[in-house]
């Protein structure tokens, strides 16, 4: 059994709900009213994540926020 770790990153929506997206793996998304509802539902999607695709090594460097006008 290989063991893996990601990077996850999680924002709130405008509706309240928290999103967590795994920037290593395209697809891999899910979202929640709690942080501890959130959780659990990150690492079941991880799982099937990882069946269906090869996650890509990505090194954290950090976070920005970019304000831009349209």
Known sequence: ??????SVLIEQDEE???????PALRSC???ARTLEEL??????VIEL???KEKP????????QQVEVEV
Request: proline share 3%; net charge positive; hydrophobic share 40%.
């Open 29 to 31: 998304y899910t979202q």
């Open 39 to 44: 959780l659990p539902r990150v690492k079941e």
């Open 16 to 22: 309240g709900y928290l999103e967590a997206t795994v």
């Open 1 to 6: 059994m290989k063991r893996y770790r990601f």
């Open 56 to 63: 890509v090594t990505l090194v954290f460097q950090g976070i």
């Open 49 to 51: 994540c990882i069946q």
